[in-house]
């Protein structure tokens, strides 16, 4: 008697908890930028895009996700691009903080910016 009314009881939750978790749920994660990268890196563009897109939207005053933009921007040839998303980063947050200070120069380098 004592494993049916045990049965009775936690049926209920384990269907709960299993209809409460759904792909779409895990699909509207945020995702981070160590995922963006990755993206990039392994040629997914359009995924890295999106993704970096979802972060913009989302946190459209994040200096971090500008600056991986910019970076974007710059390896796709989108020099111009690239200098606007740097700017709008360091306007956000000047000195970019969140940011390698190896990442920034390098960046300014390939953008032909002058290093501070």
């Known amino acids: 008697m004592k494993n049916i009314i045990t049965a009775a009881v936690l049926a209920p939750t384990l269907t709960f908890g ?3 978790f759904s792909p779409a749920a895990a699909a509207d ?4 930028v160590a ?3 990755h993206a990039f890196r392994a040629g997914h563009l ?12 989302d946190h459209p005053d994040s200096a971090k996700a ?3 933009q910019a970076e974007i921007d710059a390896e796709e040839g989108h ?8 700017a709008r980063a360091e306007q956000l ?3 970019l903080p969140d940011v390698k200070p ?3 120069q390098e960046l300014k380098a390939k953008l032909g910016l002058p290093a501070d």
């Open 29 to 32: 994660a945020e995702p981070t």
């Open 66 to 68: 500008h600056f991986v």
């Open 93 to 95: 947050k000047p000195g």
């Open 79 to 86: 020099r111009d691009l690239a200098r606007s998303e740097l």
């Open 102 to 104: 190896r990442s920034v």
């Open 35 to 37: 995922q963006i990268y």
């Open 46 to 57: 359009a995924e890295a895009q999106g993704m970096l897109d979802q972060v913009l939207r």
């Open 18 to 20: 299993l209809l409460s």
